[in-house]
């Protein structure tokens, strides 16, 4: 056991924002720790409590309808304990909903703009059509690299100056402004990925852990791949 402290993972509102297999990302998380010897809690945070405890290490927001998002803002408002996770150095990943949720504004499919958290600058507003299908980003963060998922959203999100877009898009629309895909500011990470996002892209996973506990994290054994995955892969090669 490298840690006598458990990470504390908060799964923010999933009645909420919880569409697409969000809520899998704390799973990973809370794994690619104890898989190093870490302890890992998940604290689920359901729109029915009081407030949101502001004594996290790691805060995951998921995707949800501009009727959950405004839900959840109006919660996470109430005493502000996000903003004060957030500048006590905590990490917070937001998907999707999670994204427009945490930024400065968005705007509803019925026209009215809604305050966002004000978390990380990017704003969001209807696009033309809805974004969906498979979305890859190159990220020049911490050396990431190629992020691969799936999006389903109308929003399009312009990141301001105050963030960084999180990468570029190879394929899909991401953003759907100036080929940007998410944003970064501090440790306030945010995306369209859907996958779920972790899961699909362990390096981004382990940039998050590594702020979380402070250090940089042992690297992990390949797993063995699946027999399926063999026979599908010797299939293709023909």
């Known amino acids: 056991m490298i840690e006598d402290s458990a990470i504390r993972i908060a799964l923010v509102v999933p009645d909420l924002l919880g569409t697409y297999g969000d809520r899998g990302n704390a799973l990973v998380l809370a794994q690619r720790l104890r898989w190093r010897g870490y302890r890992a809690e998940i604290v689920t945070v359901l729109s029915s409590a009081e407030t949101l405890p502001d004594s996290c290490d790691i805060y995951l927001l998921g995707g949800g309808e501009d009727v959950a998002q405004q839900a959840a803002v109006n919660f996470l408002?109430?005493?502000?304990?996000?903003?004060?996770?957030?500048?006590?150095?905590?990490?917070?990943?937001?998907?999707?909903?999670?994204?427009?949720?945490?930024?400065?504004?968005?705007?509803?499919?019925?026209?009215?703009?809604?305050?966002?958290?004000?978390?990380?600058?990017?704003?969001?507003?209807?696009?033309?059509?809805?974004?969906?299908?498979?979305?890859?980003?190159?990220?020049?963060?911490?050396?990431?690299?190629?992020?691969?998922?799936?999006?389903?959203?109308?929003?399009?999100?312009?990141?301001?100056?105050?963030?960084?877009?999180?990468?570029?898009?190879?394929?899909?629309?991401?953003?759907?402004?100036?080929?940007?895909?998410?944003?970064?500011?501090?440790?306030?990470?945010?995306?369209?990925?859907?996958?779920?996002?972790?899961?699909?892209?362990?390096?981004l996973a382990d940039t998050m852990l590594s702020w979380a506990v402070g250090e940089s994290l042992p690297e992990l054994a390949p797993f063995p791949e699946l027999t399926e995955l063999r026979t599908e892969r010797a299939r293709a090669a023909g």
């Open 77 to 203: 408002a109430r005493g502000d304990a996000l903003r004060r996770a957030v500048d006590a150095g905590a990490v917070v990943f937001g998907v999707c909903g999670g994204l427009q949720v945490l930024g400065t504004s968005f705007t509803t499919g019925d026209g009215a703009t809604q305050h966002g958290l004000g978390l990380i600058d990017i704003s969001t507003a209807p696009g033309p059509n809805r974004a969906i299908g498979e979305l890859s980003t190159r990220s020049e963060e911490d050396g990431l690299g190629l992020l691969t998922g799936f999006e389903n959203h109308l929003g399009r999100s312009t990141v301001g100056p105050a963030a960084r877009p999180l990468g570029r898009v190879l394929h899909g629309i991401g953003n759907g402004s100036e080929d940007t895909e998410g944003a970064v500011s501090g440790r306030v990470v945010c995306t369209y990925l859907h996958g779920p996002a972790l899961a699909r892209n362990p390096a």
